[in-house]
């Protein structure tokens, strides 16, 4: 069954094992689900696909009802017969860029020579390796609706990536990407259905939240996410809660310094790296000497420690008493906040970690 929400099914045919490719099987799918309009791909393997294109698949594809066929943009560079053969109505024009684009400009390039394909829908897809890529990203596509010319996507690649496809479909991408389940991701940073429906309430979320989100090396992994949106739609509010993965704070703190975030939580192993970018820093990050929580007030970054007090609580609820003994293990930023909060209540602690120094 398919969502109601969901209008469109990828059928990835390179995915295929070589035996359910050569049976022909696939070329019923069409007919088994009424109501959706199926988009055949076969991804090469240059761009991120798997075994090469058997020769004849894409005119059976259309054949056999799919609405659209995807044609990679270097099978038309290089005139390659059968993708120039699938009629430009038909034809989802992409490129996979397998390497990060050295800046805007680069894409931009990219992009131009894309567009001068006719299709019924453009697609272009970069690896994002560095955050600034979504920035890149997101204001290409503005660009290019804001020109009104043939209908596109555009999204970067990688966990790093997930924020583009999500803003990318608030800001008019005419396809977002899901993947049915966790495990059946067809790409890094993909959302599943359940995610876009469930956690982020697309297509109902309106289309200018208010954005907050979660900074981490791999935050793509927390329940942040999934617990903040749930809040905010108890609470009636319009806002959107977001990983942000990111090996480098800075361009997620750009993102907040600019406006276009409203509050960050802030996961390791940046909560003693964003301390530069406060301007006014609460009692608790001062005491702790790192930040889990950023927001901006009156114009300036705000910083707080939530950690030490739901780290004093904690001990509290165990009953610990002055002179108990405490075993800490970890020197990061979290483990700084138990460290205060222990010592505040007098406990005697003994802290283990794999770097002495840091330790110290």
Known sequence: TVPAEVSLVELRADLLTPEEAASGGWTTLPAQLPGVEWIFTWRSPREGGGAPRPRGVLALALESGFSAVDVEEDELERGEAEASAVPPEKRWVSRHRPDPPAGPGDLLAEWTALRRRPAALHKLVVLAQDFRVNDWVLALGEDARREGAAPCTLFADGPIGHVSRILGYLRGNAVTYLATAPGEETAGGQPTIRQALAVYQLPNLPPDPRLYGV???????????????????????????????????????????????????????????????VERLEPGGAAVGAVNTLWIEEGRVHGANTDLEAAAGALVELKAAPGDP????????????????????????????RTPARAE
């Open 215 to 277: 900074l981490g090396a791999r935050a793509g992994a927390s329940r942040s996410p999934e617990l903040h949106n749930h809040a905010f739609r108890l609470c009636g509010e319009r806002a959107l809660y977001l990983p942000l993965p990111s090996p480098d704070p800075a361009p997620v703190l750009a993102w907040l310094a600019s406006g276009r975030l409203r509050g960050l939580s802030v996961t390791m192993p940046h909560k003693q790296a964003v301390l530069a970018a």
């Open 326 to 353: 405490v075993a800490l293990i970890g020197a990061g930023g979290a483990a700084a906040a138990v460290l205060h909060a222990a010592v505040s209540l007098g406990l005697d602690c003994r802290l283990y970690n």
